[in-house]
């Protein structure tokens, strides 16, 4: 039984992972140039990055044994001292507290090491880049989709490893209830209103901050 898996992030990665494990045929396709899906690390100068989620928590025993399986290795987000930040108005705030992130977990590497160890796990001839789905048909027997570029690729079984206001782009035949569609639609994905900047400075002008 093939089972096609869309979506190359973290969720779509372990499926992918576990099934290679277990000896199944399955294929792993992506929209996108790279798989992670919303989680990015970016480098720079040797460090890094991570530009969408950045920490795990001990309640979290999943993920945990997860990057423990992988021999990767996590450290405490460090929270000492106490918070100085310059605001919009370039006014500088001090003393407000500490990190929001303390008692949370980080990955060396950034969770990007997450993603990219489970994609190396995969044989090339189970991922795709680069190949956004835009229509699912269900027949009696057999599910096919169709790719961007118009290739059609048929499977056993399709999970949808997406968000499902993502999943509610994709084009269904037969059409999915209006209500399914709406209700898809509706469900917000987190953190998808927010963005994350980072800059990069050559001194750190922050210790002049807390003396002002």
């Known amino acids: 039984m093939k089972t096609l898996i869309v979506g190359g992030g973290l969720s779509g ?30 480098h720079h100068a040797g460090g890094y990055f991570d530009m969408v989620p950045a920490w795990f928590w001990p309640g979290q025993p999943r993920i945990a044994a997860l990057i423990a399986r ?30 929001s992130m303390e008692g949370s ?47 059609k690729i048929s499977a056993d079984q399709v999970v949808l490893a997406l968000p499902p206001r993502v999943a509610a782009q994709i084009g269904f035949s037969p059409a999915l209830p209006d209500k399914a569609v709406l209700a898809m639609k509706g469900i917000a994905t987190w953190m998808a209103g927010q963005a994350k900047a980072v800059a990069v400075y050559e001194t750190p002008f922050w210790g002049c901050l807390a003396t002002r």
């Open 13 to 42: 990665l372990a499926l992918a992972e576990t099934l290679e494990a277990q000896g199944h045929d399955y294929l792993l396709v992506e929209a996108r140039s790279r798989f992670g899906g919303r989680i990015k690390t970016e």
């Open 70 to 99: 992988l021999n990767l290795q996590k450290f405490d987000q460090f929270a000492d001292g106490v918070l100085t930040f310059e605001d919009e108005k370039g006014h500088v705030q001090r003393g407000l507290g500490f990190s």
């Open 105 to 151: 977990w980080r990955l060396m590497g950034g969770l990007g090491a997450l993603t990219d160890a489970l994609a190396s796990r995969l044989p090339d001839h189970r991922k795709r880049l680069d190949a956004p789905v835009l229509k699912l048909e269900m027949s009696d027997e057999r599910i096919s989709i169709t790719l961007s570029g118009g290739e």
